[in-house]
DNA sequence: TCAACAGTTTAGAATTATTCTAAATTGCAG
DNA sequence: CTGCAATTTAGAATAATTCTAAACTGTTGA
């Protein structure tokens, strides 16, 4: 017999947790559906808890603000910075680079493999590189 | 006879004002002389405010604020964003990229040409490409 | 099965960076 | 000089985020 979908998807969430060493409770479980269910997306915590709330998901701002940061350390999210004024989260975790449109605030993906970045200097002395980021600043013209 | 250095880096901090459009006044002028008189630098509104108070040019925090962001448009500086918590402006406007040292919180320049980004797609329809950011996060080890 | 405790969540206060407001001041054209 | 628009300012306001301390919940082991 074939078990419903919510079903399914819960234990998805739930093996996604503890494969990440954080116990499965259930605002996590709720925030990682919303977040993993479809393709990937760029959200805020403000975001992602009006979704929470406006699908009936009982869940403070603070713990959506704990839960984001939690699952990037897990490496479960990325952290994109490219808006003095907020923080984005990456449901893609994969190595890529952004699209940066400063006229609507909206970051789009850019696949990995297509950016090729050349001729990196040494790092300073007593550092080595963890990440390159490469964000493109696009205007409506 | 020699006129006195001050007194020529008064007239250079006025040209570079008015060659931007903007009014020379007794505090863009001075803010203008601090943070161009040596080599590049990267610093934050707050750390420049403290810079004046300290020499005793007296601005407030919020003419410090206003006068980067004039700047910044002006071309005569470049927002550089790296850090969720807070913004840095750059005197080198030139064409380069930045290290990021996550450990101390600081950027250090990469030479313009070193860096080299290949396969850029092309940017979303009804936007053109206005600049692209590459940082590089390195940390101790 | 369930007691107990560490880990988690939460409301609301606190913090931090930044922007706004409205009144005082200043640069400059005439 | 005078007058007015541009600029500066103190302090309040805002926005995003973090903190705090109390309530709650998942898990473990008897």
Known sequence: MRRKLRETANETATM?????????????????????????????????????VSEGVKVSLATVYNTLHQFTQAGLLLQVVVDP??????????????????????????????IAVAGLPTPPPGTQIKRVDVVVHVRRH
């Open 85 to 114: 004024t907020r923080s984005y989260f990456d449901t893609n975790t994969a190595d890529h680079q952004h699209f940066y449109c400063e006229d609507e605030s909206s970051l789009i993906d850019i696949p990995g493999p297509d």
């Open 16 to 52: 996604r947790l503890r494969h990440a060493g954080l116990r499965p409770t259930r605002q996590r479980n709720e925030l990682a559906k919303l977040l993993f269910r479809n393709g990937h997306r760029h959200l805020t915590a403000e975001m992602l808890h009006a979704e929470a």
